[in-house]
């Protein structure tokens, strides 16, 4: 099973070609990031968890679900990599749920459950 790895992109491209730089400046990366303002212009800046999340439920958007399909046909078996702290959420975790453990009919499941999932 493909796993979640920390590090930057020269590090994906020295490991193997089993692994994918998802990280900021690659077409993989969260445009969401911790300290960002949230979908509220008024609300306070949002965490780590927060910015997966919603990531994660762009994902799940009718335009979002195009990305998702084309996310999970690229990176399907690869390990992962990203700058994020192994022990932070990261939205590698989203992309390595999508790419392959998801089937027809899953969700992509969020820490705070946002609609249209089951």
Known sequence: MPVRL???????????????????????????????????PLGPPMDAAEAVDLFAA???????????DRFARALRGFDLMCTCP???PC?????????NES?????????YFLEGTR
């Not at 762009?58 to 998702?68: D, E, F, I, K, M």
């Open 58 to 68: 762009t994902l799940r958007g009718p335009v979002g679900r195009c990305y998702a």
């Open 6 to 40: 920390h590090g930057a992109f020269q590090d994906a491209a020295a490991l193997s070609t089993a692994c994918a730089y998802v990280g900021p400046r690659s077409r993989y990366a969260n445009p969401f990031r911790a300290g960002d303002r949230g979908p509220s």
């Open 91 to 99: 939205h590698a975790d989203v992309l390595l749920h999508i790419a």
């Open 103 to 111: 089937g027809a009919g899953d969700t992509i499941r969020t820490r």
């Open 86 to 88: 192994l022990d932070a």
